[in-house]
């Protein structure tokens, strides 16, 4: 079985020693140890893989730790799959929340920019007019 230091996974995943060290003090990746060396095993290389995953598509880090530790190497996995899918219409919902919340929040900038640009263009044409007048 290959195994992996933690710069070899670092540079992998494109992360910090630290956030692998941060994984592991959370009890989610547990490095053999060679003396002070941590020893990372296939098995931690997938589940570091499957938490940054969850973290770029909204998960939490509790999220993701629910569905990891639901994972039955000799089973199906169908409760952990449904669990997933819950957990993905869930975001999903939530993100198309944040869209409407975005769209409406524009519309409602774009708005209040117009009157913006229109009072200061009525405001402009007033200077410019004052200016433009003769001078008794």
Known sequence: MPTFSISDLANELNVTTRTIRFYEERGMVTPARRGLERI????????????????????????CKELIDMYDPSGG????????????????????RQAQDIQLMKAELDGLALRCQTTLASTQNSVTQLDLSPIK
């Open 77 to 96: 996995n169908e409760k952990q799959l449904e669990r997933f899918l819950e957990k993905i219409v869930e975001r999903v919902n939530q993100l198309n």
């Open 40 to 63: 990372y095993n296939s098995r931690d290389r997938v589940i570091l893989k499957l938490i940054l995953r969850g973290k770029r598509i909204g998960f939490s880090l509790n999220e």
